[in-house]
């Protein structure tokens, strides 16, 4: 009577799809449940089909109660499948279950379960005659189900559509339309008991599509990711009390240079394999960029939990290759913050991460409750983290012009990064944040390698440039491979070390050695230095000998200050320079007279918006190219 060759691959599929799922760790969210539910219905549903169709070819060999419990089992579990997957539907449009009409849409469930169970007395559904199963006059009521859950299923992603994610409402539309083909064919060809495989495929569309466990965990180590971070909290801020210990590497970025990708990597799967082992009743979850955190219920032993972490820190971390002395920050959050989203919820943690991190400036002094402040940081840094990715930091170039022909004669590039409606971020507020979360590293080397990249592409010569000025940062002078580095993108770019002038703002000239030592690796390496923004620290001339400098930049504060107030004191500095031997740079031109009067005292470079802003790339080759007066 009844062809089972649908049946077994299905349930062969269904024992890979389950080992899949559960070997790896799952996220307790409402979305998992309703799987779960899912996948014990379809495995049982498809078990009681086997035995009840079994039972209903051998009706001899059974009594009718057995006929009737094995068919009553077996149509109870297959409206309540149809129904658990409405339920995922409403999972994913995020409704709120309580409402009233969320409620009443139990009511044709119930009613057709109902019906199912009567079918013992009323035959309704269906009945056993003579020791044998028949249809009863109700029995397309399974149809009738099944179109009614699925198309009000795919009514609710119309209705949501705009609010979810493409992929969620095309997977969303997909299995649910599986679905009601899965019911056409059943009603055409009742014989083959395809139903479970058309479910099957539904489902796999679910996995793939929501419920692969590997698209909440990292991929270093037992802990969960940012999305699966983000879809908990989506769910749990409303309802519940929790509590949110997170912590962060100190100095993640230079360690992480200094020791490698993959020594680091293998740091923090062994970090995350420690927290999910030490706190079996608290969530892990890593955030990238060395930051973790824990979550839990608001009653947890939460300052026991820190000392021990804390005391685990105070040991080295073994990898394969090396031994690491990690230090961290600890930062929390809780429920009674009252954060209206999850995204409000991790801007806050990661800020008072980086907050614990500096020791300075940054974030200290400012209220970390000044909630827009708090976000512009955070945003700064996500823009600052996509653009890093993405290599997609800019370089903008302005010109340097020779005081006394006013001809254009180098330029300085500038980096530049955009927000994410695609306006410009100025460097002046993600320059610091870059500097204190180690991120300068990477951009300095963007803006480094674009511009080998664009001295290879043009002809500097012909618009009129003998070198280009880059700023680098103190912090990159930490790197102890730096000259390397830099000396590897030269040869890349097949382009020669003078064509290149590095810019130390006098600022950053405190840690004496270290910096020494690394100026003097890379002169040896054929670059030369230029001292930025004098004034702004406090060098005297005696400490600026000890460099090699070749150039010194007035501070532009500096500049001003002098047409304020024309004391002798400007003219002095640069006489003395000059007398060391050292060119002048005077920035922040912007008036034809400063222009004449800073060339007059001794200036041989001028920079300022007089002669340009910083400029985009192609819009400094269409200017400069053809013509190159400035
Ligand atoms: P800086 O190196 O002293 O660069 C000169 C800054 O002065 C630039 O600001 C430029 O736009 C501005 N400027 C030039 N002429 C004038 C003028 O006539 N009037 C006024 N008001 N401003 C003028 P920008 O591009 O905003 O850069 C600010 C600072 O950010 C730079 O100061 C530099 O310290 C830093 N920076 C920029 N790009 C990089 C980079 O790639 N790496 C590092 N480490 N620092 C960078
Ligand atoms: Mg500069
Ligand atoms: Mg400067």
Redesign the pocket.
């Known amino acids: 009577m009844w062809n089972y060759s649908f049946v077994f691959p299905s349930l062969m599929m269904m024992f890979t799809l389950l080992a899949f799922y559960f070997v790896r760790k799952r996220l307790p969210i409402h979305m998992n449940r309703t799987f779960l539910g899912i996948l014990a219905l379809q495995l049982w549903v498809i078990v009681f089909d086997l035995v009840s169709s079994r039972a209903d070819e051998e009706y001899a060999n059974y009594t009718s109660a057995w006929l009737y419990a094995l068919n009553m089992v077996f149509f109870v579990l297959y409206i309540a499948r149809v129904f658990w997957f409405y339920r995922f539907t409403l999972d994913i449009i995020d409704t709120d279950r309580r409402s009233l009409w969320a409620r009443l849409s139990w009511l044709p469930f119930i009613a057709s379960e109902a019906v199912c169970l009567s079918s013992f007395a009323t035959g309704a559904m269906f009945s056993i005659q003579d020791g044998m199963y028949q249809r009863g006059p109700l029995y397309n009521l399974l149809y009738v189900c099944s179109l009614f859950y699925c198309g009000l299923s795919l009514v609710l992603l119309a209705r949501h559509a705009r609010n979810l994610k493409g992929h969620v409402l095309a997977e969303g539309i997909a299995y649910n339309v599986i679905l009601l083909a899965g019911n056409v064919a059943r009603f055409l060809f009742p014989q083959y008991l395809v139903m479970n495989t058309f479910c099957m495929i539904a489902i796999l569309v679910i996995y793939l599509g929501f419920m692969n466990p590997d698209l909440y965990i990292t991929d270093r180590g037992p802990a969960f990711n940012m999305r699966g971070f983000r879809t908990l909290l989506a769910e749990l801020y409303r309802r519940k009390k929790y509590r949110i210990l997170g912590f962060a590497l100190q100095n993640y970025n230079h360690e992480r240079s200094i020791l490698g990708g993959d020594q680091m990597d293998e740091g923090i799967t062994q970090i995350n394999q420690y927290l999910s082992d030490a706190f079996p009743s608290l969530l892990p979850f890593y955030l990238r960029g060395g930051r973790f955190a824990l979550l839990g219920k608001d009653s947890a032993p939460w300052e026991a939990v820190q000392r021990e972490i804390h005391e685990r820190f105070q040991q080295p971390w073994h990898t394969s290759n090396a031994t690491l002395y990690l230090s961290v920050v600890f930062a929390s959050v809780n429920s009674k913050a009252n954060l209206p989203s999850a995204d409000r919820i991790i801007n806050n943690l990661v800020l008072a991460m980086e907050n614990a991190k500096q020791s300075s400036s940054l974030w200290d002094d400012r209220d970390a409750t000044n909630i827009q402040e708090v976000d512009q940081q955070v945003d700064i840094l996500r823009s600052l983290e996509q653009a890093l990715e993405q290599n997609r930091v800019e370089v903008?170039l302005?010109p340097v012009v020779d005081s006394r022909t006013r001809h254009i004669a180098a330029a300085?590039?500038?980096?530049r990064i955009r927000d994410a409606g695609g306006r410009i971020i100025?460097?002046?507020l993600f320059?610091p944040i870059a500097e204190k979360s180690g991120y300068?590293n990477q951009?300095?080397e963007q803006?480094f390698e674009k511009t080998c990249a664009f001295i290879r592409d043009n002809d500097l010569a012909a618009m009129g440039l003998g070198w280009i000025n880059?700023?680098?940062?103190p912090i990159?002078c930490m790197q102890r491979d730096l000259s390397q580095r830099f000396s590897a993108i030269l040869e890349r770019y097949g382009v020669k070390p003078e064509k290149i002038h590095l810019?130390i703002?006098e600022q950053s000239m405190v840690d004496y050695s270290m910096l020494k030592r690394q100026i003097v690796s890379l002169q040896g390496s054929g670059f030369q230095f230029v001292l930025?923004?004098y004034g702004s620290g406090y060098s005297n001339l005696t400490r600026v000998k000890h460099y090699p400098f070749i150039n010194i930049?007035l501070d532009?504060e500096v500049v001003w200050d002098f047409f304020n107030d024309r004391d002798s004191l400007l003219p002095t500095i640069i006489d003395g320079f000059r007398s060391m031997n050292l060119s002048i740079t005077a920035?922040?031109?912007?008036t034809p007279e400063m222009a004449d009067v800073l060339t007059e005292i001794g200036s041989d470079y001028l920079?300022?918006?007089?002669f340009s802003?910083?400029l985009p790339l192609d819009e400094f080759v269409s200017k400069y190219g053809k013509d190159a007066r400035a």
């Open positions: 903008f302005q300085e590039a500038l980096a100025p460097p002046g320059i300068i951009l300095g803006v880059v700023n680098l940062s990159q810019e703002t930025d923004d930049k532009m920035e922040g031109i912007e920079q300022g918006f007089l802003k910083p």
